[in-house]
């Protein structure tokens, strides 16, 4: 358990906020810290208590048992980020009606069931992450690479989106550019976990040596391993969650969900501030018709080397109006499915397939 304590000034909230990490660290420059940073960004225009708390390992029982303690000790509200949560909050809501949660990637399970329920007590946020993904491959592939690689870290269903959508925008940005079929070639694998990992790094390691050129790194701090290959063989980095471009050079643009934003928003909705409202009992998706999702534009974080931000504008707002779509054209099954069979799909050469895109699976 790690904690930290109020800050700010102007108004000072009753209860406690409190934050419980998944499989990550909190600084693991990817979700828990962009959850964590929302925390921190409410608790600079409003004080109130906020503390974070590591499970003892990644299961139910441990997440469960984190929450009750950060609840023991005076949380009222419990920001929880990641799809690993599902079945804990649906408990949790259930049995503590008097503490709210925000549950960040998921909407709460009845493992018993499979069937989801979201109590009045508990905000379920989503992201359309098959867009952000879409958005990285669009773009480096108009920015001139063709052998992209795509290193997951869990099979869930974020990152399972990320991945499909990353393979639907090369796709389409080989088809304006007016590529020929099989132009590009995608490395497609999941490390399994979260953490930056000697297998990851020698696998990242043996496809710039192969020639591929850029890697979606998709999995938390598998971002790291990726880095670390990267800068070795001069390739090039797609980071996941948060702007990565401050933890490599090697990381030409990031594939972004507001966490930051969207936790800040739900607490202010929490306290009722600057006219917001509680909206609990239900599930909000975050996309590009929101600005929930996206590439970072700053300067600093801009290292496309002919794609363009006109470009990019252009191509967002398609996906805002939805003038451009990807889910309807992913496999049906594609949550449930093995991800060789989704990915092979798209990548294949039968109905439905990605005509200028080949997968290579590794598992």
């Given at each position: 358990?790690?904690?930290?304590?109020?800050?700010?000034?102007?108004?000072e909230l009753?209860?406690?906020?409190?934050l419980?990490t998944?499989?990550?660290d909190?600084?693991?420059?990817?979700?828990n810290q962009?959850s964590?940073e929302?925390?921190?960004a409410?608790?600079?225009?409003?004080?109130?208590d906020?503390?974070?708390?590591k499970?003892?390992?990644g299961?139910?029982?441990?997440?469960i048992?984190?929450?009750?303690?950060a609840?023991?000790?005076?949380a009222?509200?419990?920001?929880t980020?990641?799809f690993?949560?599902e079945?804990a909050?649906?408990?949790?809501q259930?049995?503590h009606?008097?503490?709210?949660f925000?549950?960040?990637?998921?909407?709460?399970?009845?493992?018993?069931?499979?069937e989801?329920?979201t109590a009045?007590?508990?905000?379920?946020?989503l992201?359309a992450e098959?867009?952000s993904?879409y958005?990285?491959g669009y773009?480096?592939?108009?920015?001139?690479?063709?052998?992209l690689?795509y290193?997951?870290?869990?099979s869930?269903?974020?990152?399972?989106?990320f991945?499909?959508g990353y393979l639907v925008?090369?796709?389409d940005?080989?088809?304006?550019?007016?590529?020929?079929?099989n132009?590009?070639?995608v490395?497609?694998?999941?490390t399994?976990?979260?953490d930056?990992t000697?297998?990851?790094?020698?696998k990242?390691?043996?496809?710039?040596v192969?020639?591929?050129?850029?890697i979606f790194?998709c999995g938390?701090?598998?971002?790291q391993?990726?880095m670390?290959?990267?800068?070795?063989r001069?390739?090039?980095?797609?980071?996941v969650?948060?702007d990565q471009?401050?933890d490599h050079e090697?990381?030409?643009t990031?594939?972004t969900?507001?966490l930051a934003?969207?936790?800040?928003l739900?607490?202010?909705?929490?306290y009722?501030?600057?006219?917001?409202?509680w909206?609990?009992?239900k599930t909000?998706?975050l996309?590009?018709s929101?600005?929930?999702?996206?590439l970072p534009t700053?300067?600093?974080s801009?290292?496309?080397?002919?794609?363009?931000?006109?470009?990019?504008n252009?191509i967002y707002?398609?996906?805002?109006?939805?003038s451009?779509?990807?889910?309807?054209?992913?496999?049906?099954d594609?949550?449930e499915?093995?991800q060789?069979?989704a990915?092979?799909t798209?990548?294949?050469s039968g109905?439905?397939s990605?005509?200028?895109?080949t997968?290579?699976?590794e598992?």
């Amino acid at each position: 358990m790690l904690a930290g304590c109020g800050g700010g000034s102007q108004v000072e909230l009753d209860g406690r906020v409190a934050l419980i990490t998944d499989l990550g660290d909190i600084d693991d420059k990817s979700f828990n810290q962009g959850s964590w940073e929302g925390v921190l960004a409410f608790n600079e225009q409003y004080r109130v208590d906020h503390q974070y708390y590591k499970p003892s390992e990644g299961t139910n029982a441990a997440y469960i048992e984190s929450i009750e303690l950060a609840i023991d000790q005076g949380a009222t509200i419990v920001v929880t980020p990641g799809f690993l949560f599902e079945v804990a909050v649906h408990e949790m809501q259930i049995k503590h009606p008097e503490v709210r949660f925000i549950l960040l990637d998921a909407a709460p399970k009845n493992p018993e069931t499979d069937e989801y329920y979201t109590a009045p007590n508990t905000a379920s946020i989503l992201y359309a992450e098959e867009q952000s993904g879409y958005l990285a491959g669009y773009g480096v592939v108009k920015d001139g690479h063709r052998k992209l690689g795509y290193m997951g870290g869990m099979s869930v269903p974020a990152v399972r989106r990320f991945g499909l959508g990353y393979l639907v925008g090369a796709h389409d940005a080989a088809v304006e550019l007016g590529l020929e079929d099989n132009a590009i070639e995608v490395k497609y694998h999941y490390t399994g976990g979260f953490d930056a990992t000697p297998e990851a790094r020698a696998k990242a390691d043996s496809w710039y040596v192969a020639g591929t050129t850029v890697i979606f790194a998709c999995g938390g701090s598998v971002g790291q391993s990726v880095m670390a290959a990267a800068g070795q063989r001069n390739g090039k980095v797609v980071g996941v969650d948060v702007d990565q471009a401050g933890d490599h050079e090697t990381v030409m643009t990031s594939a972004t969900k507001g966490l930051a934003a969207s936790v800040e928003l739900a607490l202010k909705q929490h306290y009722e501030l600057e006219g917001h409202k509680w909206e609990g009992g239900k599930t909000t998706v975050l996309d590009a018709s929101n600005d929930g999702v996206g590439l970072p534009t700053a300067e600093e974080s801009w290292r496309f080397e002919s794609f363009s931000i006109e470009e990019y504008n252009e191509i967002y707002g398609k996906l805002a109006d939805e003038s451009v779509t990807i889910i309807d054209r992913l496999p049906a099954d594609y949550l449930e499915t093995p991800q060789e069979d989704a990915a092979n799909t798209l990548g294949g050469s039968g109905e439905g397939s990605l005509a200028k895109v080949t997968v290579i699976y590794e598992g």
